[in-house]
C-alpha cells in the first residue's frame, strides 16, 4: 500500500505531460492599431472557440510586405484600405466577400453597405472588402504655436516651425502629399517627369521634420517631449483623441487642398484556411462592441453611425490607387535613409 | 490461512516499519527536489545578477568610447573647419580614429561624426563589412537630421551620451547592421561656446554583445532581455525576439506573469518556476537593472531559465536511490517484524503445547521459566498451577485405587471378593472363546467352620478364614484367581489349559494344605473342605453355569465322605433354580 502511494506520489510530481494542445482552429488576423482590441478578440474566441492570432501593421508598405510573403496564405483575414486593396484584388491576394454572411453588415449605413457605390470595392460585379471604418488626414497643431489654425499642407515645410514637425514614414501618401503641395490635380498619379520635383519635395519635408513616426503612440511621446507644433495626422482622428488623452492641447485641420482620406475595409487573404470562421470576424467587427471601440476608444468613425462633428464643407480625397507603389516605396525608402536627390534618383 | 497472532502482529509491525521508512523516504525526495530548485534558482540568480552587471558595464564602456570620441578635439575641428581641403584631411583623422576602435571592437557595426548642420550630414562614416572595414563617401554620405539619435542627441548637454532604444537596423546602406539588431549610442560634439555642432554615433551590434556577454553562461540554459516596453530582445525561441519589428508584440511580463513587478518597479528580482506559452516548465530568475545613468528611466530585465527537468535530473537519481533504500528498509523491517513477532509468540506457543499435553497426557512439557519478562512470569506461575494440580491428581488416584480395592477385594482375607472375581472369570472365558483353550473353577466350603464361630466366637472365626486365605494363595500359581465369595465360600479360577491330573493336583494341594490344623491361642483348630470343580467348556458355557456346576460337584463331593474333591458332571438340560450364585 505504501509503495503504491510513493509511486503514486511520484507520479503526480513529475512533469506534466499532457498539456492540452492547442485548439486546431486559429483565426490569424492581420490588423491596424486599435482595430482589435483584447476585448474583442476575447469575445469572439469565447463565442467561437477559436484561438485568434492578431499581427499589427503599422503602414501599407509593411502590409503588402506580409501578405505578399506567402501570396496570403499567412493571414485569413486583414484590414487594407479601398486603394491599397487594388493591388490584392490584381494579384489574386484576396478573395470575395460573402455580404449575406454577415448579418451585421445591415447595420451600417446606407453608403457603406452600398458596396457597389464605393469606388474600388467591386471587381466584375464580386465584392472584395466590407468597409469597417474610415479617417481623413489632417492636420493635428498646437494651439499654443498657431494663432490660426493651418489651412495648407504647405505648413509642413514652413521653415518657421522647422524641426517641430511630424510626418509619418509612409511612401504612397508622402508622395500624394509632395503632390498636392506642388499643385497636382491628382496626387495619386505622378506624371513621368513630375518624379524629381516630388522627390525633391520630400527631401525637403525631411530637412524641415523633427522626425517620421509610424505607430500613433510614438507620434504623441514625440509630439509631446519635443514641443511639437505641426503633425501630418495619418491616422485621423484617432490621434486627436490620443493627444487630447495625453494632455496636448491640439486643433485639427483640414487643409484646403483636400485631406487624403482612407476607407478601410475588412477582406478575406486567398489562403484563408476558414472562410466560415473569416466571415464571422469580419460580422463582429461590425458588432455593437467592436463599433463602440472605434469611436470611444480610438476616436475613429465607424461604419454604423455618422459622427457628430463632421464638418460639411471638407473636402476629402479617397485614397486611390497609385501609379507605382514599388517606384514610391523604392524612392521613399532612400528619402528616409538621408540620401541626397541625386543619390534617390540613381536608377 | 488462519490469521494467527503471530502473522497479525508481525504485519502490524511490519506496515508500521514500511510506512517509517516510506514517508521518511518520501520526504527526503521532496525536500530534495525543493533545495535543489532553490539552489537552482539561486544559482540563476547570482548569474543573471553577474551577467547584468556585465550588460551594464558593456554599455557603459561604450558609452565612454562615445563621449570620448566626440570630445576629441579632432571630432569638433572636423565639423569647425570651412576649408575644403583642410575640412577632408581632419576628416582623414577622425576616420582613422574611428578604424582604430572599430578594430578594437568587434561589436561596433559603424562609427560616425555627423554634423548638426547640413541638416544632420554625416561627415566621417566608417561601415563594417563582412569583408573588413569601409569608408563612406561623397554622396554616399545621408542627411540624418529626421532620425532620434541625432534630433535627441543634439539636445543632450555636453558630455550627454544618447542610448536608442534597441531595434532592427532598418537604414539602406548600413552594410553588416543592415537588417540586425542595433542599439545607437550618440554623444554631441560641443564647439567652443556651448555650440553644439554634430554628434558621434556608434551602432552596437546587439546580439553580437549579448552572445560575447553570455558565453560565460552554461549552455542549456535560457536567455532572455527585455527593455522598458516588456518586448523581447533576446529569447531562446528566434521568433520571439523583436517581434514588434514584425508588427507583433511578444511581452516578458505576458509569457512570464511574475516580472509584472519588475516592470511596474516594486521589486528588483524574482525567481520563480514558470511555465511559459513557448515549452515546458522552467526556473527562471529574472532581474532588474535600471539605466538611469544612460538614459532617464530605461531599464532592462534579463532572465535566466533552466528547464526544471534538469534542475531535477539528480533528484531522479536520488528518488530511485530513495526508493531502493525503502524498498531495502521496507524488507528489512518485514523480516524483523517476523522475527519479533516469532519471539513473541514462541514462547507462548510452547506454553500452549505444554498445557495441551498436560490436559491429555498428563504430562507436563518444557516451559520457558527461565526468561526474565512477562512471559517467563507466566510460564513460572503455569509451573506451580501445574504441579499443584499434578499431586491433587496423584492424591485423587491414590484415593481411588483404594476405592477400587475396596470394591472389589474381602477386608477379612484381602482376597478379590465375588465381584471381581465374576469379572475375573468373565474376562477369562472371553479370553477362552476367543483362543478357544480351557478353564477351571474350584468351589469349596470350610467343613466345620460354623462350629468354630458358633463355639470359639467370631474373632476365632476370622482368624481362621484369614489362615486359610494365606495357605491357599501359597498354593496355586500367581496367574490364578482366589476368592472369597461369602462366609466360609471359596473359589479358585485356574486359568488356561490343564489335564484333570492338573487339576486334581491342585485339589489336592488344597485339601492339603487346609488340613493342617491351625493353632491360635493354645486351641488346635481343624478345618477340611471337599471341593467341587467344573470346566469351561465340558461343564458350562457361562459364569452361571460353570459356578453352579462346582457347586453342585462339592456337594456331591460332600456326600461322597468329607476331604476329597469331586469333578462335575456333564451338564443337564435342566438348569438348577438355585445355585450358590444365587
Same mark, same amino acid.
Given at each position: ?8 506520489l511520484v ?5 506534466d505531460?499532457?498539456?492540452?494542445a ?5 483565426l ?10 483584447k476585448?474583442?478578440?476575447?469575445s ?14 503599422? @503602414?501599407?508598405? /509593411? $502590409? +503588402?510586405?506580409?501578405i505578399?510573403?506567402? =501570396?496570403?496564405g499567412d493571414?485569413?483575414v486583414?484590414?487594407v %484600405? ?8 490584381d494579384q489574386?491576394?484576396?478573395?470575395a ?16 453597405r452600398?458596396?457597389?457605390a464605393?469606388?474600388?470595392l467591386?471587381r466584375q460585379?464580386r465584392a ?7 479617417s ?7 494651439r499654443s ?6 489651412? @495648407?499642407i504647405? /505648413? $509642413? +515645410? ?5 524641426? =517641430?514637425v ?7 501618401? %508622402?508622395?500624394?502629399l ?13 506624371g ?8 525633391d519635395?520630400?527631401?525637403a519635408l525631411?530637412?524641415?521634420?523633427l522626425?517620421?513616426y ?6 504623441v511621446e514625440?509630439?509631446?517631449?519635443h514641443?511639437?507644433?505641426l503633425l ?15 494632455? /496636448?492641447?491640439?486643433g485639427y ?14 477582406v478575406i487573404s ?6 466560415g ?8 467587427m461590425?458588432g455593437k ?7 470611444s ?10 459622427p457628430?462633428?463632421?464638418g ?8 486611390e ?13 532612400r528619402?528616409m535613409?538621408g ?9 | ?8 502482529l508481525?504485519?502490524l ?6 510506512l517509517?521508512s ?23 540568480l547570482?548569474?543573471n ?16 568610447d ?9 571630432a ?8 575644403r ?9 577622425v ?16 562609427v ?8 544632420g550630414?554625416?561627415r566621417?562614416?566608417?561601415?563594417r563589412?563582412d569583408?573588413?572595414?569601409?569608408r ?5 554620405l545621408?542627411?540624418?537630421?529626421h532620425?532620434?539619435?541625432?534630433f ?19 537604414e539602406?546602406?548600413a ?9 545607437q ?9 556651448g ?10 551590434d ?6 560575447m556577454?553570455?558565453?560565460?553562461v552554461?549552455?542549456?540554459?535560457g ?8 518586448d ?7 521568433g ?25 518597479g ?26 538611469d545613468k ?5 531599464f ?6 533552466q528547464?526544471?527537468?534538469e ?5 531522479d537519481a536520488?528518488?530511485?536511490?530513495t526508493?531502493?533504500?525503502?524498498l ?7 523480516l524483523?517484524?517476523m522475527?519479533?513477532?516469532?519471539a513473541?509468540?514462541?514462547?507462548l ?12 497426557d ?16 507466566l ?18 488416584h491414590?484415593k481411588?485405587?483404594e ?21 475375573r472369570l468373565?474376562?477369562?472365558?472371553a ?10 473353577v474350584?468351589?469349596f466350603?470350610?467343613d466345620?467352620f ?10 476365632v ?21 482366589v476368592?472369597?465369595?461369602?462366609g466360609?465360600?471359596?473359589v ?5 489349559t490343564?489335564g ?11 485339601i ?11 486351641h488346635?483348630l481343624?478345618?477340611g473342605v ?6 469351561y467348556?465340558?461343564h458350562g ?6 459356578v ?10 460332600k456326600?461322597e465322605?468329607r476331604?476329597?474333591?469331586?469333578f ?15
Open positions: 500500500m505504501m509503495l503504491a502511494m510513493l509511486v503514486l507520479a503526480w510530481s513529475a512533469p505531460g499532457g498539456r492540452a492547442p485548439s486546431a482552429r486559429t490569424r488576423v492581420l490588423a491596424w492599431p486599435g482595430y482589435a482590441d476585448e474583442v478578440v476575447e469572439f474566441e469565447r463565442r467561437h472557440g477559436v484561438r485568434v492570432e492578431v499581427s499589427l501593421v503599422g @503602414s501599407d508598405e /509593411a $502590409l +503588402w510586405q506580409k505578399g510573403a506567402n =501570396r496570403g493571414f485569413d486583414f484590414a %484600405n479601398t486603394a491599397e486593396l487594388q493591388r490584392y484584388i489574386g491576394l484576396v478573395q466577400v460573402d455580404q449575406a454572411a454577415i448579418p451585421n453588415s445591415g447595420r451600417q449605413l446606407a453608403r457603406f452600398n458596396l457597389g464605393i469606388a474600388g467591386t460585379g472584395y472588402g466590407i468597409p469597417y471604418t474610415y481623413e488626414m489632417g492636420l493635428i497643431y498646437d504655436q498657431f494663432a490660426r489654425p493651418p489651412d @495648407s504647405a /505648413a $509642413l +515645410w514652413d521653415p518657421r516651425y522647422r524641426g =517641430r511630424l510626418a509619418y514614414n509612409g511612401a504612397s501618401h %508622402n508622395f500624394s509632395a503632390a498636392q503641395s506642388l499643385g497636382s490635380a491628382s496626387p495619386f498619379r505622378i513621368t517627369t513630375a518624379w524629381p520635383d516630388a522627390v519635395r520630400l527631401i525631411r530637412r524641415n521634420v522626425g517620421f509610424s505607430q500613433p503612440d510614438e507620434a514625440l509630439f509631446r517631449r514641443g511639437v507644433a501630418f495626422a495619418n491616422y485621423g482622428r484617432q490621434q486627436v483623441q490620443l493627444l487630447r488623452a495625453a494632455g /496636448a492641447d491640439i485641420a483640414i487643409p484646403r487642398e483636400g485631406a487624403l482620406a482612407w476607407l478601410d475595409c475588412w486567398r489562403g484563408a484556411r476558414d472562410r470562421l473569416a466571415h464571422a470576424w469580419i460580422d463582429h461590425l462592441q467592436a463599433s463602440d471601440l472605434l469611436v476608444r480610438q476616436g475613429l468613425a465607424n461604419t454604423v453611425e455618422a457628430p462633428d463632421h460639411p464643407d471638407d473636402r476629402l480625397l479617397w485614397l490607387p497609385v501609379e507605382d507603389v514599388g517606384r514610391r516605396e523604392r524612392l521613399w525608402a528619402v535613409s540620401d541626397r536627390l541625386g543619390k534617390v534618383l540613381e536608377p | 490461512m488462519r490469521f494467527g497472532i503471530a502473522l497479525r508481525g504485519l509491525l511490519a506496515a508500521i516499519g514500511i517509517a516510506g514517508l521518511t523516504g518520501y520526504y527526503a525526495y521532496t525536500a530534495s527536489r525543493a533545495l535543489l530548485v532553490q539552489a537552482a534558482e539561486e544559482r540563476l547570482t548569474a545578477r553577474v551577467l547584468a552587471r556585465q550588460i551594464v558595464a558593456a554599455l557603459e564602456n561604450s558609452g565612454q562615445v563621449r570620448l570620441l566626440a570630445e576629441h578635439h579632432r569638433a575641428a572636423a565639423l569647425l573647419e570651412s576649408d581641403r583642410a575640412r577632408s584631411a581632419s576628416e582623414d583623422e576616420a582613422a580614429l574611428f578604424e582604430g576602435l572599430l578594430a578594437k571592437h568587434p561589436e561596433y557595426f559603424q560616425r561624426l555627423i554634423s548638426a548642420a547640413e541638416h550630414l554625416e566621417v562614416r566608417i561601415d563589412d569583408s573588413g572595414l569601409v563612406v563617401l561623397g554622396d554616399d545621408q542627411e540624418k537630421s532620425v532620434p539619435y541625432v535627441e542627441t543634439l539636445k543632450l548637454p555636453a558630455g550627454g551620451v544618447y542610448f536608442s532604444s534597441p531595434a532592427i537596423n532598418h539602406r546602406g552594410h553588416a547592421g543592415q537588417g540586425k539588431p542595433a542599439l549610442l550618440a554623444a554631441p560634439v560641443y564647439g567652443t561656446g555650440r553644439v555642432l554634430g554628434l558621434v554615433v556608434v551602432s552596437l546587439m546580439a553580437g554583445t549579448f552572445n556577454l553570455a558565453g560565460g552554461p549552455s542549456g540554459l536567455l532572455y532581455l527585455a527593455g522598458r516596453s516588456g523581447f530582445l533576446v529569447h531562446p525561441v528566434p520571439r525576439a523583436f517581434a514588434f519589428d514584425r508588427g507583433q508584440r511578444a511581452l516578458m511580463q505576458e509569457e512570464f506573469p511574475v516580472t509584472a513587478d519588475l516592470f511596474a516594486r521589486r528588483d528580482h524574482v525567481v520563480s518556476s514558470v511555465q511559459p506559452d513557448s515549452g515546458e516548465t522552467v526556473v527562471a530568475a529574472f532581474n532588474r537593472r535600471d539605466l544612460l538614459r532617464q528611466g530605461a532592462f530585465v534579463l532572465g535566466l531559465s528547464p526544471l527537468h534542475v531535477l535530473k539528480e533528484s536520488l528518488g530511485v536511490t526508493l531502493r533504500i525503502v531495502a528498509f521496507s524488507a528489512l523491517s518485514f524483523l517484524a522475527l519479533l513477532a516469532h513473541i509468540t514462541g514462547p506457543n510452547q506454553m500452549v503445547r505444554a498445557v495441551r499435553r498436560f490436559a491429555s498428563r504430562v507436563t512439557g518444557p516451559l520457558p521459566v527461565r526468561r526474565h519478562d512477562e512471559i517467563g512470569l510460564a513460572r506461575s503455569f509451573a506451580d498451577m501445574q504441579g499443584q494440580i499434578q499431586s491433587q491428581m496423584d492424591a485423587l491414590d481411588q485405587c476405592l477400587d480395592h475396596l470394591a472389589s477385594h474381602d477386608s477379612l482375607t484381602g482376597l478379590p471378593n465375588r465381584r471381581m472375581f465374576l469379572d468373565d474376562h477369562a472365558l479370553r477362552a472363546r476367543r483362543s478357544g483353550e480351557q478353564l477351571a474350584l468351589f466350603d470350610l466345620r460354623k462350629d468354630i464361630n458358633d463355639t470359639l466366637g467370631h474373632a472365626g476370622d482368624v481362621v478364614l484369614g489362615t486359610v486365605a494365606e495357605r491357599l494363595q501359597n498354593v496355586v500359581r500367581e496367574a490364578d484367581t476368592a472369597r465369595l461369602g466360609d465360600e471359596f479358585i479360577l485356574l486359568d488356561g490343564r484333570d491330573e492338573a487339576i486334581a493336583l491342585v485339589a489336592r494341594k488344597v492339603d494344605a487346609l488340613a493342617e490344623p491351625i493353632h491360635f491361642e493354645g488346635l481343624s478345618v471337599s471341593i467341587g470343580i467344573s470346566q467348556p465340558r458355557r457361562d459364569a452361571s453355569e460353570i453352579a456346576s462346582a457347586d453342585r460337584a462339592m456337594y456331591r463331593a456326600g465322605g476331604g476329597g474333591y469331586r462335575a458332571e456333564a451338564p443337564t438340560a435342566l438348569s438348577p433354580a438355585t445355585g450358590p450364585l444365587g
